[in-house]
């Protein structure tokens, strides 16, 4: 009988990753996700700036539909004097439009027979509405005791007027030429330059909340001047020391939305966006348009629709979108990034 006998299999070492080629890999994979990083985040950034155009889009179609119902948009504030009793001075815009955002019950909230921030508001005043925020910008210094915020300010135009008052008359300043101011009211037949080249809002980031520290994105700041126009107003403004603290004028920015005011509802076109604001007491102001989007604004044109204006926009054609009457022509081609 023949046996037969089996060879075991000479054992093969198994393959593996050598030293070298673990770092190799290791490097590559650390390659590619620096790569996709940038590329998710821009993605996450587009659909927030989308999301921010969207929502200034709501509040410009509403102040349309204000206008409808009334025959007239609303005015950013109206007067309380002593022989005219009415709605307080001091509640903004955004609050009057609270019923054509389907926000009815933030609206039945306010008392507009007192102040903004009277206690009888203050239900109302910590209320957020989400059509008023921009997601690209987190809020994160903002007291919760501040009050709901608002990246969205409504245009009054190149002229650096606040307040007119029998106490701060101002002769040498004319009237504000932009769309919302005190007592404005106006028809959009007054809107002569073409509702389609007139800015009605644009976006502005929540400031630090803090007199103690400068943050020059987005504090107010005092050169102590008497600037009359807004090229007077511009470069005062740029050749403030903004490391001084005491020329620090209003860091509360962007809340509450219910207080009409030039640091909460209200923005001009006498800087170009991310630029500096400031004010020039008593009554005079510029109130800058910024945002977090990579250099541009989201900005609502009194037609409804919204555009991207970039942060590099010629000046000329920046405060010509901000007038309503100055007979400007304006190329919309221009003002995109």
């Not at 005062?236 to 603290?245: I, Q, S, T």
Request: glycine fraction near 6%; charged fraction near 15%; hydrophobic fraction near 40%.
């Amino acid at each position: 009988m023949r046996t037969i006998r089996f060879r075991a299999a000479s054992a093969r070492p198994k393959a593996a990753f050598t030293l070298v080629e673990l770092l190799v890999v290791i490097a590559i994979i650390g390659i590619l996700v620096g790569l996709l990083l940038p590329a998710v985040q821009a993605a996450r950034e587009a659909a927030r700036r989308m999301q921010c155009s969207n929502n200034m889009r709501q509040v410009a179609l509403a102040a349309l539909n204000y206008e409808s119902a009334y025959k007239r948009l609303p005015a950013s504030r109206i007067s309380r004097t002593a022989d005219r009793l009415g709605p307080a001075s001091g509640i903004s815009v955004h609050a009057r439009l609270l019923p054509f955002m389907e926000s009815t019950q933030v609206y039945s909230l306010i008392n507009f027979g007192v102040e903004w921030n009277d206690p009888l508001n203050d239900a109302a005043r910590l209320s957020s509405v989400a059509s008023f925020r921009c997601p690209s910008d987190p809020a994160t210094n903002i007291p919760g005791t501040a009050g709901g915020v608002n990246n969205y300010y409504v245009n009054s135009g190149t002229i650096p007027l606040w307040n007119r008052t029998t106490a701060s008359p101002l002769p040498q300043v004319p009237d504000c030429n932009g769309v919302f101011f005190r007592d404005s009211f106006l028809k959009l037949a007054s809107i002569t330059d073409g509702l389609s080249t007139t800015a009605a809002i644009c976006e502005r980031l929540t400031g630090d909340f803090s007199q103690t520290k400068s943050t020059p994105k987005t504090d107010t700041f005092q050169p102590g001047t008497n600037a009359m126009t807004a090229d007077e107003a511009l470069r005062d403004c740029l050749a403030v020391d903004v490391n001084d603290l005491g020329r620090q004028g209003f860091s509360d920015i962007g809340a509450p939305w219910i207080r009409g005011y030039h640091s909460t509802t209200e923005y001009y076109h006498i800087n170009i966006p991310n630029g500096r604001s400031c004010m020039f007491p008593p009554g005079r102001i510029m109130t800058t348009a910024n945002s977090q989007h990579a250099n541009l604004v989201n900005m609502a044109l009194c037609d409804g629709s919204t555009q991207n204006v970039s942060a590099n926009i010629d000046m000329v054609i920046y405060r010509a979108l901000g007038t309503r009457n100055g007979g400007e022509v304006v190329n919309m081609s221009e003002v995109a990034p």
